[in-house]
């Protein structure tokens, strides 16, 4: 996990340690949310991985991290994250109702894409 470059970290810190309780959100870029800490956690699916992490991590709409996960990683949140991306058609993993997806997602919907969180974003 690395912290997002130009950024500076919304949390102040993101508790590594975290387990976030993930939703689904039924979005194609942004796929998983969590209420954490009264903060909303989303993630963006980097489309354009292995060149850029797999996901980047927001937190109330700002771009907190970027993040390559596995299930076995030795920090819980990383963890997490690399457990939904594992997970198989069947895996209950609850969705967010239709209008709170929603409403989470429009904070950062104007970053589909990777670098647009930096007034940039990568080639296509």
Not at 21 to 50: C, D, I, M
Not at 91 to 109: H, R
């Amino acid at each position: 996990m690395t912290a997002n470059r130009d950024s500076p970290d919304p949390a102040g810190a993101i508790d590594t340690s975290a387990q976030p309780a993930w939703h689904r959100t039924g979005h194609k870029h942004f796929p998983y949310a969590a209420h954490q800490s009264g903060q909303w956690w989303v993630l963006r699916r980097n489309f354009e991985f292995p060149e850029q992490d797999m996901f980047t991590l927001f937190v109330d709409g700002l771009a907190a991290a970027d993040v390559t996960a596995g299930p076995n990683d030795p920090l819980p949140l990383v963890a997490s994250i690399g457990a939904l991306d594992a997970a198989r058609p069947g895996q209950a993993i609850p969705m967010l109702d239709e209008d709170t997806a929603a409403t989470v997602v429009s904070a950062v919907a104007g970053y589909a894409d990777y670098g647009r969180e930096h007034g940039t974003q990568s080639d296509d």
